[in-house]
């Protein structure tokens, strides 16, 4: 078991943990995820590994609630434990000194960008950073990405806060004015399909890290399976990054929805666990 030395919100939904795995904050490099269970009878989700600290034995992980295990996790606090992690897994981030490199990211995809744009800064690359989110609450790690990076721009799509618009929009504005070496892309399925369709008449080099389903996290099961380049891949143990100009995004797209009833059942059920819980707390306060 994992303890939970820290937790918060840091925007709508959307929650910051430190858990103690030494060995794993040992080892992790950027571009690395985990794969967890919140309790023993839970599934096993992929999440990135945003940061570590060595000396403290601890590694960061950003998580969004978005369905019941995310949402179960989020209801975690300092002290609790999860039920196990298993990691570093993934290829970790191929780091070179391009010249000028723009990392675009959307939604929770800025926690997983975080430690790859930190890694590009370090090996000597300009960084410019791109944040993208539906409304300012849902903005996270702006400051933590002006702290590691050159330049920060932020759009909402509803106006809010930073631009209005869409990642896609700012990211065009800096290919009108400069010349970009290098694209890194990590966010929900359509907005990466749309900055690798722009940058491919461009030619400019550009990964995506694809947020596939995944079960086992080591190759066994075949639920991440993704069609790079005409060819059969796993996304657990051949990524997550993959050149964003071969990626079949239509058959992702597809595959993303497999359980969609399942995981709709699976949250309305959970809700309703949790409000008959709280039913019984409050019946209890009041007897
Ligand atoms: C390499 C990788 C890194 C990720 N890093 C992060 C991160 O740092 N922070 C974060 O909040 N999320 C991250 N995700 C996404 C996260 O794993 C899913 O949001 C989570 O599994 C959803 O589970 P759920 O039960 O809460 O929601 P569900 O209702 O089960 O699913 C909601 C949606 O999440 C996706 N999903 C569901 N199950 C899985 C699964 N086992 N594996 C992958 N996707 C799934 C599907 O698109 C699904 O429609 C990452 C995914 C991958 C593949
Ligand atoms: S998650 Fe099972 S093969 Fe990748």
């Known amino acids: ?8 919100f840091i925007a709508s939904g959307v929650k910051v943990f430190k858990i103690l795995a030494p060995n794993i904050a040992r080892k992790r490099k950027p571009g690395q995820f985990v794969v967890l269970r919140v309790h023993a009878l839970g599934e096993r989700i992929p999440i990135t590994i945003a940061d570590a600290n060595e000396e403290e034995g601890s590694i960061t992980l950003i998580v969004q609630g978005v369905g019941k295990t995310t949402r179960h996790m989020n209801m975690l606090e300092e002290g609790d434990y999860l039920q196990d992690l298993v990691g570093p897994l993934g290829i970790p981030t191929h780091i070179e000194k391009w010249g000028r490199v723009v990392c675009v990211s959307g939604g929770v995809g800025t926690a997983e960008a975080l ?10 690359n300009e960084v410019i950073s791109i944040i993208g989110a539906r409304t300012k609450d849902l903005v996270i790690a702006e400051e933590e990405m002006l702290k590691r990076t050159d330049q920060v721009i932020i759009t909402t799509d ?3 806060y930073g631009k209005k618009g869409l990642v896609t929009d700012a990211l065009q504005d800096i290919l009108k004015e400069k010349e970009v070496n290098f694209i890194l892309a990590i966010g929900p399925l359509p907005m990466m399909k749309a900055i690798a369709e722009m940058t491919r008449p461009l030619k400019i080099p550009t990964v995506v890290s694809l947020n596939s389903i995944m079960i086992d996290g080591t190759g066994m099961c075949g639920g991440c399976r993704v069609t790079v380049d005409g060819k059969k891949v796993f996304v657990c143990v051949e990524g997550p990054e993959f050149d964003a100009h071969k990626v079949d ?20 059920k959970f809700e309703e666990n949790c409000r008959f819980g709280r039913e019984i707390e409050k019946a209890r306060a009041e007897l």
Do not use: C, V
């Open 1 to 8: 078991m994992n303890k939970i030395l820290h937790a918060e």
């Open 115 to 124: 430690p790859i744009a930190q890694a590009m800064k370090a090996a000597g």
């Open 158 to 160: 509803d106006g809010t």
């Open 249 to 268: 995004f239509a058959e992702l797209a597809n595959r993303q929805k497999i359980y969609l009833d399942e995981e709709r059942k699976s949250l309305q």
